[in-house]
């Protein structure tokens, strides 16, 4: 039945939109008409289709008699009234779906998951929540056991799946959380702190329309993982979403240079703020001594007291690098021009303040100079403005006003006056500005005191080659303290000129869809329309109306907000925020003045040496105690008999950390295998190929040290020959081999981890990273070792099997 009435409202819709499509009328009402009408319903129509698969999977029996189907999307029947024949899953009126318990029923006598295979259901599993279930109420106070089980059971498919069919509740008190601020999901591996947070944008950008405005940003580590997620929020209907990497938050920088670690670290540290905002006033008129100004055949001359006077000037208000230029070029000018007027009429007057008819080699402008003045018409103006007729020496200035605005243009464009303008204060763009100071250690020197020598001599480079990561947060804090350099200002000036020109013409659009929406409300009210979309003809103004139009017809929020660094997001989720640096935090806490966030993360994960160990000093310089901590407990990824390894790994990392409790056990017990150093590769290779076999249609992922990752791919290709591996493998691949940094945060069927020593030592954080590798199993997990294990008793306590067996 629900399917029949989705084929209805599709057949609807795709009719509508054809029509739109057909009608070629000429007229530019027809045309409005035809525009709204289109993005209207081919919106309708991505819906329908991304909730084609899984439409319904849940029943509510109401204790009051009624009953309440789930699914992904809502729908009305075709009656006047509209009722509901499917509740989407965000709506109020699902919620005890995810959390009811037989202790706490809420109003349901039933719950009933059903799932199904493309239109067919395939299976059911209810649950009674009254008095007698409760005596027999699952202690571990799983919603629908069977179907959450199925799901983490499940084999891989290198795509993250949404879970809204086996929500648990205290993920659905997260995603539901009506908390303004930022809001932290703290959680060990497997908790579904991933999910939750994308679950929780869908249900955001649902609940609260005017965020599909600004959009949301997800933030996570890596390309690889972006991709990961990738169809989550599209598959849940959402598309104002855009997801990026802290590196791809600088429009028109690609930040794919690698550099050493200790260099990044130094970049994320909460003192380059300052050291950024020193370079910048570095280059704000330093003390040099007096500058000579070559111009003509003579010299100008500005004291250091001048310069620093001009440069007072300019810093007086609150403006920015680029701004206070324009103030202090101004000034320097004024100076310039009142020098080199001083100097003509040195020349021209005689002692007695009279013209004299030409240059007599006095000042310091020479004869030359004065035939040139006298060519290009000063002395005419000169003679006249001083009155030389009546020749009374006035003391009227020689120069008139245009006179000295002819000059100062002259000197403005003037190629000594600009290399010294340029050298005293120049127009900077971010990357400038970061470029000249990483290639020049007296820069560094004096913009950053606070570092160490070693630590000065880490961020050394030529200039060019790229941009790093950790140079993104760099950039945006330059770009919010040097404001729109000089070549900038033009292109914007024409830009917005541009812009005007297309946003009138977008007012008048929106004028005639407000038109065509209110005078048609009768004919276009049905079924599954989004009441809010006809009430917003009501309530939008044309100028948000023209904002609206803009998104739908020209690009959406998630390209806007994309080529725009100034664009301030309504949610930011952030995912493994464990990994962000204090720079980052400063750079993503500009992109969401409202503080609107979700950031979810494990600090015992971290392992980026920049990387934070505690969310309250992450968080407290940007908002005090204003956030709020919400704790995930079960892992629903890792079995018992893995978990246990990892949670030794966890307790020698700090016995204050609790590891999750694993939701299921699988009965197969990791494995660990001692090689022969020299055998490693071989045997690494050999093992992949059997565990690829054995798999079927899962994943398969060989963890490496990043070190080795060249040399055992090599190995592992050759007997695997659809092994993915490289800077962004594909996941969807049935066997990939990654670094840790790599695997944060993916999860396969089966993983194998090689040369686990090599892990731990390859960095500070070496345990948090074979922690993060440990958990990345849901069935399957060995570890290969040259010589002995490493003396870590949670490896040491694994079996070990012989070379024959596993
Ligand atoms: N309620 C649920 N129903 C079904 N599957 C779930 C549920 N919650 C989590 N999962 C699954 O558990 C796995 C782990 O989830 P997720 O990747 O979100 O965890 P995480 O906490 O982000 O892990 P990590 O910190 O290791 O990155 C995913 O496959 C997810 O689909």
């Given at each position: 039945?629900?399917?029949?009435?989705?084929?209805?409202?599709?057949?609807?819709?795709?009719?509508?939109?054809?029509?739109?499509?057909?009608?070629?009328?000429?007229?530019?009402?027809?045309?409005?008409?035809?525009?709204?009408?289109?993005?209207?319903?081919?919106?309708?129509?991505?819906?329908?289709?991304?909730?084609?698969?899984?439409?319904?999977?849940?029943?509510?029996?109401?204790?009051?008699?009624?009953?309440?189907?789930?699914?992904?999307?809502?729908?009305?029947?075709?009656?006047?009234?509209?009722?509901?024949?499917?509740?989407?899953?965000?709506?109020?009126?699902?919620?005890?779906?995810?959390?009811?318990?037989?202790?706490?029923?809420?109003?349901?006598?039933?719950?009933?998951?059903?799932?199904?295979?493309?239109?067919?259901?395939?299976?059911?599993?209810?649950?009674?929540?009254?008095?007698?279930?409760?005596?027999?109420?699952?202690?571990?106070?799983?919603?629908?056991?069977?179907?959450?089980?199925?799901?983490?059971?499940?084999?891989?498919?290198?795509?993250?799946?949404?879970?809204?069919?086996?929500?648990?509740?205290?993920?659905?008190?997260?995603?539901?959380?009506?908390?303004?601020?930022v809001?932290v999901?703290q959680?060990?591996?497997?908790?579904?702190?991933?999910?939750?947070?994308?679950?929780?944008?869908?249900?955001?950008?649902?609940?609260?329309?005017?965020?599909?405005?600004?959009?949301?940003l997800v933030v996570g580590p890596n390309a690889t993982f972006l991709?990961?997620?990738?169809?989550?929020?599209?598959?849940?209907?959402?598309?104002?979403?855009?997801?990026s990497t802290i590196g791809g938050l600088f429009p028109?920088v690609d930040a794919r240079r690698s550099e050493p670690p200790e260099a990044a670290a130094v970049k994320g540290r909460a003192l380059m703020a300052d050291v950024v905002a020193a370079a910048v006033?570095?280059?704000?008129?330093?003390?040099?001594?007096?500058?000579?100004?070559?111009?003509?055949?003579?010299?100008?001359?500005?004291?250091?007291?001048?310069?620093?006077?001009?440069?007072?000037?300019?810093?007086?208000?609150?403006?920015?690098?680029?701004?206070?230029?324009?103030?202090?070029?101004?000034?320097?000018?004024?100076?310039?021009?009142?020098?080199?007027?001083?100097?003509?009429?040195?020349?021209?007057?005689?002692?007695?303040?009279?013209?004299?008819?030409?240059?007599?080699?006095?000042?310091?402008?020479?004869?030359?100079?004065?035939?040139?003045?006298?060519?290009?018409?000063?002395?005419?103006?000169?003679?006249?403005?001083?009155?030389?007729?009546?020749?009374?020496?006035?003391?009227?200035?020689?120069?008139?006003?245009?006179?000295?605005?002819?000059?100062?243009?002259?000197?403005?464009?003037?190629?000594?006056?600009?290399?010294?303008?340029?050298?005293?204060?120049?127009?900077?763009?971010p990357q400038?500005l970061l470029e000249d100071l990483f290639a020049?250690p007296?820069r560094l020197a004096?913009a950053a005191p606070g570092l160490t020598g070693a630590e000065r001599a880490s961020l050394w480079r030529?200039?060019?080659g790229g941009w790093t990561p950790a140079d993104v947060p760099l950039l945006d804090e330059a770009a919010e303290l040097l404001?729109?350099?000089?070549?900038?200002?033009?292109?914007?000036?024409?830009?917005?000129?541009?812009?005007?020109?297309?946003?009138?013409?977008?007012?008048?659009?929106?004028?005639?869809?407000?038109?065509?929406?209110?005078?048609?409300?009768?004919?276009?009210?049905?079924?599954?329309?989004?009441?809010?979309?006809?009430?917003?003809?009501?309530?939008?103004?044309?100028?948000?109306?023209?904002?609206?139009?803009?998104?739908?017809?020209?690009?959406?929020?998630?390209?806007?907000?994309?080529?725009?660094r100034?664009?301030?997001?309504?949610?930011v989720i952030v995912d493994e925020a464990q990994e962000l640096s204090a720079m980052a935090w400063r750079l993503l806490m500009r992109r969401c003045?409202?503080r609107?966030m979700?950031i979810v993360g494990d600090v015992a994960q971290t392992g980026d040496a920049a990387g934070t160990s505690s969310w309250e000093g992450v968080l407290r310089p940007h908002v005090?105690?204003?956030w709020?901590?919400?704790?995930?407990?079960?892992?629903?990824?890792?079995?018992?008999?893995?978990?246990?390894?990892?949670?030794?790994?966890?307790?020698?990392?700090?016995?204050?950390?609790?590891?999750?409790?694993?939701?299921?056990?699988?009965?197969?017990?990791?494995?660990?295998?001692?090689?022969?150093?020299?055998?490693?590769?071989?045997?690494?290779?050999?093992?992949?190929?059997?565990?690829?076999?054995?798999?079927?249609?899962?994943?398969?992922?060989?963890?490496?040290?990043e070190?080795?990752?060249?040399?055992?791919?090599?190995?592992?290709?050759?007997?695997?020959?659809?092994?993915?591996?490289?800077?962004?493998?594909?996941?969807?691949?049935?066997?990939?081999?990654?670094t840790v940094r790599q695997?944060k945060g993916?999860?396969?069927?089966?993983?194998?981890?090689?040369?686990?020593?090599?892990?731990?030592?390859a960095s500070p954080r070496g345990r948090n990273d074979?922690?993060v590798?440990?958990?990345?199993?849901?069935?399957?997990?060995?570890?290969?070792?040259?010589?002995?294990?490493?003396?870590?008793?949670?490896?040491?306590?694994?079996?070990?099997?012989?070379?024959?067996?596993?």
């Open positions: 039945m629900l399917y029949r009435r989705v084929d209805e409202l599709r057949e609807q819709a795709s009719g509508r939109l054809a029509e739109a499509l057909r009608d070629n009328g000429g007229t530019r009402q027809a045309r409005v008409e035809r525009e709204s009408a289109f993005a209207r319903y081919a919106e309708r129509v991505a819906k329908l289709d991304a909730a084609e698969n899984g439409l319904c999977f849940g029943r509510l029996d109401l204790r009051s008699g009624g009953r309440r189907y789930i699914g992904r999307i809502g729908i009305l029947d075709d009656s006047d009234e509209g009722d509901p024949l499917l509740v989407d899953w965000r709506a109020p009126a699902a919620r005890p779906f995810y959390v009811a318990t037989a202790a706490a029923p809420e109003g349901v006598r039933r719950r009933r998951h059903i799932t199904t295979r493309r239109r067919r259901v395939v299976d059911l599993d209810d649950e009674v929540l009254d008095s007698e279930a409760l005596d027999t109420a699952d202690e571990e106070g799983l919603i629908g056991e069977a179907a959450l089980l199925a799901a983490v059971n499940a084999g891989r498919t290198g795509r993250m799946r949404d879970i809204v069919e086996t929500l648990q509740a205290e993920q659905d008190e997260i995603i539901r959380s009506d908390h303004r601020g809001l999901v959680g060990g591996p497997g908790t579904g702190k991933t999910a939750v947070a994308l679950h929780r944008a869908a249900y955001l950008l649902y609940t609260h329309r005017h965020l599909a405005k600004r959009g949301v991709r990961y997620i990738g169809q989550v929020l599209p598959g849940l209907g959402e598309t104002n979403v855009l997801l028109g006033r570095d280059r704000q008129a330093p003390a040099a001594g007096p500058v000579e100004i070559p111009y003509g055949d003579g010299t100008l001359r500005l004291e250091e007291e001048d310069y620093r006077r001009a440069a007072a000037v300019a810093l007086s208000g609150p403006v920015l690098h680029n701004e206070a230029r324009r103030i202090f070029v101004r000034e320097i000018l004024d100076l310039l021009t009142r020098q080199a007027a001083e100097r003509i009429e040195a020349v021209v007057l005689d002692d007695d303040g009279l013209p004299l008819d030409g240059g007599d080699g006095r000042g310091v402008l020479g004869e030359a100079d004065v035939r040139a003045l006298l060519a290009a018409g000063y002395p005419g103006d000169l003679l006249d403005a001083d009155g030389d007729e009546d020749g009374d020496g006035d003391g009227r200035p020689l120069l008139d006003e245009s006179d000295r605005a002819e000059l100062r243009a002259e000197l403005a464009a003037a190629a000594g006056v600009r290399t010294a303008l340029d050298a005293m204060w120049p127009s900077l763009t400038r020049d007296r004096s030529e200039p060019g404001g729109a350099d000089d070549r900038t200002v033009g292109a914007q000036a024409r830009a917005r000129a541009r812009a005007a020109a297309e946003r009138r013409e977008q007012i008048a659009y929106a004028r005639g869809v407000l038109d065509i929406t209110i005078g048609s409300r009768s004919i276009d009210l049905e079924e599954g329309d989004e009441p809010e979309i006809l009430t917003a003809a009501d309530l939008l103004g044309e100028e948000e109306l023209a904002e609206r139009q803009e998104v739908t017809v020209h690009r959406t929020v998630a390209e806007r907000a994309a080529a725009d100034t664009w301030t997001f309504g949610h003045p409202s609107s979700t005090g105690e204003r709020r901590l919400a704790q995930l407990t079960v892992n629903y990824r890792t079995p018992a008999e893995i978990m246990a390894v990892a949670a030794g790994l966890l307790a020698a990392l700090d016995p204050g950390l609790r590891p999750p409790r694993s939701v299921r056990e699988t009965g197969v017990p990791p494995w660990r295998l001692s090689t022969a150093p020299e055998d490693l590769p071989g045997i690494l290779a050999e093992r992949a190929a059997r565990e690829a076999a054995a798999l079927g249609d899962g994943r398969l992922a060989v963890i490496v040290p070190t080795r990752l060249t040399e055992l791919a090599g190995a592992v290709a050759a007997a695997v020959p659809e092994l993915a591996y490289g800077a962004d493998p594909d996941l969807e691949r049935r066997v990939v081999m990654l695997a993916l999860e396969f069927d089966s993983v194998l981890i090689a040369d686990p020593a090599a892990i731990l030592a074979l922690y590798a440990l958990t990345r199993a849901t069935q399957r997990l060995g570890i290969l070792h040259p010589g002995p294990a490493p003396a870590e008793p949670a490896l040491e306590s694994v079996p070990e099997v012989g070379a024959e067996r596993t």
